[in-house]
Each structure stands twice: as C-alpha cells, then as structure tokens.
C-alpha cells in the first residue's frame, strides 16, 4: 500500500488503477485550488490597496481645498514655534538670523497674495513696496524682560513671487 490523496491509500494491483487515477486528480484539483487561492488573495490585495490609495486621495483633495488656510495658520504657527525656541547667543547685537527657519515655511516662488493672506492677522507691515514686504510679530512685553521681536524681509521679482528672505530674531529689553 502507498499513501495518495490525503486520506487515500492506494493499493499496487490493477482492481485499484481506477481509485489511483482518483487520487491523483484530486492531488491535481488540490494544488490548483491552493494556487487559485494564493493568486485570487494576491488580487483582492493589490485591488484593495488601490480603491484605499485612491480613496486617500480623493480626501486629501477636499481637506486641502477646505482647510488651505487653516493649514497655512499652522504652518505660520509651527515657523513662529520654532524661530521662537532660538537661543540668541550674540551678546553685543541682541539678534539671531532666523532667514533658514523662515524659508522652510514661506518658500521661494510662493505668491505675494498667498502671503499676504498667511500674514494678515498676526504681522505687523512696516514696509509694502512693489519688491519688498518688511513685516514684524512681536511676542512678550519688554518691561519683563521677555519681550522678542521678529523681522521678515520678503523680497519679490516683477510677477510678485517670492525670491528670498532675511529674517532676524531680535531680543528687545525694554527695562
């Protein structure tokens, strides 16, 4: 006797050629039943993946066109945090470049009207000329000694995009 189809046992004689054909053809069915599986698994997962991609997508679209601005507070949040966190470490000047900072928020070729827009609430305007836009955000009060001052110098090209900026941090001690 020699072991067949899970269960099976097949005996060598020519009465069992017809349950040995059997045995054999459910072999065959079993391993192309496990390949079907494995291939039909393997196409609800990439068929899933991309209704999800897709999906993600189609929500990223809407939250950016309904939350633009509240996204572009947070940005300008997020830029004030963490120019705000520099340790000014010039004694004789009272100040610290923050430009680095400020150019991974604001970025080059970024629209005048969309930083008009970012700014309008929380920046001071100083100086608004054709290629230049001077903007200050105080924080803290000087009789206490917490009082620092941040300077943004945005300057433009002729379309009104944004080529660069110099910004600088400045420690203001009112006392």
Same mark, same amino acid.
């Given at each position: 006797?020699?072991?067949?189809?899970?269960?099976?046992?097949? &005996?060598?004689?020519?009465?069992?050629? !017809?349950?040995?054909?059997?045995?054999?053809?459910?072999?065959?069915?079993?391993?192309?039943?496990?390949?079907?599986?494995? %291939?039909? %698994?393997?196409?609800?997962?990439?068929?899933?993946? &991309?209704?999800?991609?897709?999906?993600?997508?189609?929500?990223?679209?809407?939250?950016?066109?309904?939350?633009?601005?509240?996204?572009?507070?947070?940005? @300008?949040? !997020?830029?004030?945090?963490?120019?705000?966190?520099?340790?000014?470490?010039?004694?004789?000047?009272?100040?610290?470049?923050?430009?680095?900072?400020? &150019?991974?928020?604001?970025?080059?070729? %970024?629209?005048?009207?969309?930083?008009?827009?970012?700014? &309008?609430?929380?920046?001071?305007?100083?100086?608004?000329?054709?290629?230049?836009? @001077?903007?200050?955000?105080?924080?803290?009060?000087?009789?206490?000694?917490?009082?620092?001052?941040?300077?943004?110098?945005?300057?433009?090209?002729?379309?009104?995009?944004? @080529?660069?900026? %110099?910004?600088?941090?400045?420690?203001?001690?009112?006392?």
């Amino acid at each position: 006797m020699r072991k067949g189809f899970v269960g099976c046992r097949v &005996s060598d004689g020519p009465k069992f050629v !017809l349950n040995d054909f059997i045995c054999n053809l459910l072999q065959e069915l079993n391993m192309l039943y496990k390949k079907l599986l494995l %291939t039909s %698994t393997f196409i609800l997962f990439v068929f899933s993946a &991309s209704c999800e991609a897709n999906s993600h997508e189609k929500y990223s679209e809407i939250q950016q066109s309904t939350l633009k601005g509240k996204r572009n507070m947070s940005n @300008l949040n !997020l830029m004030l945090n963490e120019v705000f966190k520099i340790r000014i470490t010039d004694i004789s000047s009272q100040r610290a470049d923050v430009s680095h900072i400020v &150019s991974k928020y604001i970025c080059s070729g %970024t629209s005048r009207h969309e930083i008009n827009n970012i700014i &309008s609430d929380k920046f001071d305007i100083l100086e608004n000329s054709n290629n230049k836009l @001077l903007i200050h955000y105080k924080k803290g009060e000087g009789n206490l000694g917490n009082r620092r001052d941040l300077y943004i110098g945005l300057f433009f090209d002729r379309n009104g995009n944004l @080529l660069g900026n %110099t910004s600088y941090l400045d420690k203001s001690n009112n006392l």
